[in-house]
């Protein structure tokens, strides 16, 4: 039925295209809009191959001398290209291709927000595309600095937080088999710590849990000789993250918020002043915890992560069966952001 109702819809925009009575312009202008309302929310990855046709037409019906049309069009056309799930990077790459056409038309004659969204959308693409060995990641943190020349705290808050979250990630996303390791780490924490300089629970509740979530990661996993302060900063970071996610709301990244304070719990001893009387309390919490993001991810189809919180909780079971002559201490699993 839906996939249907897309190509009905796909058939009455061409139809736009070829309607004489309207000039080039406006057929062009009347196409991207109709792609982005099929690329707002899809519910299928067909409905975002229509919405990459649509900007093709788009740009087959657009004169040449609209140069800003065409980048705005182009740009636009990469989002869609960025948002389709595939097995390899083609249309990655042929995102970022259309990002760099772009981007220097868009500064040339566009607004700066316009060249400040394009440059973070190609961050995150070759922040992707450094994750498949396709491109240098310092290519997407340079993207996300000159998207802050025009993104800034006080004017744009959400992309501001967006963009130091990203510029987070990448920074933890570098190896860190170098001297340098530790100093990426602090950028981390310092651009997590940014970004929550300007949104807070109430105006943006989405990026603040975001935010929060992925400090606590980034505390939790630092390699730092304070490894107890920083998994009770994290805990901190995890709870006010729980304040917005929630089981009713937002199952998922609820599930992947507990999963990540269970990850914490299992090595944080009761009472960080006296380490040695163990984590009984901890590990007891942390395998409730994972049972319940368990049963979430299940109920919601995330069945490798729901596996690997499944393998963690039996893991606590046994340390806590075994307690009388162990100090129930474990390893933790993955962060999920």
């Known amino acids: 039925m839906l ?57 087959a019906v657009c004169p040449d001398t609209q140069e800003l049309l065409r980048a705005r069009i182009t740009a636009r056309k990469g989002t869609a290209l960025q948002a389709i799930p595939e097995e390899g990077t083609e249309c990655l790459e042929r995102a970022r291709t259309d990002f760099e056409a772009a981007i220097p ?13 394009a ?63 530790k100093m990426r780490e602090a950028l981390a924490v310092q651009a997590f710590e940014e970004g929550l300089k300007v949104v807070d629970l109430v105006s943006h509740p989405s990026e603040y849990a975001m935010l929060q979530n992925n400090l606590g990661n980034a505390l939790q996993y630092a390699s730092s000789s304070h490894v107890i302060e920083n998994n009770l900063r994290a805990l901190e970071a995890y709870d006010e993250a729980l304040k917005v996610r929630t089981s009713e709301t937002t199952p998922l990244e609820y599930a992947n918020t507990i999963a990540n304070k269970a990850n914490c719990l299992w090595n944080l001893p009761d009472d960080p002043a006296a380490p040695e009387q163990g984590n009984r309390a901890n590990l007891t919490q942390a395998r409730s915890l994972y049972a319940e993001a368990r049963e979430i991810f299940m109920r919601h189809g995330e069945v490798e992560k729901g596996r690997i919180v499944g393998e963690a909780s039996t893991q606590i079971e046994r340390e806590i069966l075994a307690l009388p002559e162990t100090n129930g201490k474990g390893a933790g699993t993955e962060a999920v952001n």
Do not use: C, W
Not at 105 to 117: C, K, N, R, S, T
């Open 119 to 181: 440059e973070m959308d190609l961050g995150v693409v070759v922040q992707a595309l450094a994750g498949a060995s396709r491109a240098r990641i310092t290519d997407a943190i340079s993207a996300y600095q000159r998207a802050l020349r025009t993104f800034n705290g006080a004017k744009h808050p959400e992309e501001f937080a967006i963009l130091q979250n990203n510029l987070a990630t990448a920074f933890l996303s570098m190896p860190f088999t170098d001297e340098r390791s």
């Open 3 to 59: 996939a249907h109702r897309v190509a009905e819809e796909v058939r009455a925009a061409l139809a736009v295209a070829d309607d004489e009575a309207a000039s080039p312009v406006e057929r062009a202008e009347m196409l991207m809009e109709i792609a982005l309302g099929l690329q707002k929310r899809p519910k299928t990855p067909e409905q975002l191959h229509a919405a990459v046709e649509l900007y093709d037409k788009a740009l």
């Open 105 to 117: 038309v868009l500064a040339q004659l566009g607004a700066p927000e316009e060249v400040a969204e």
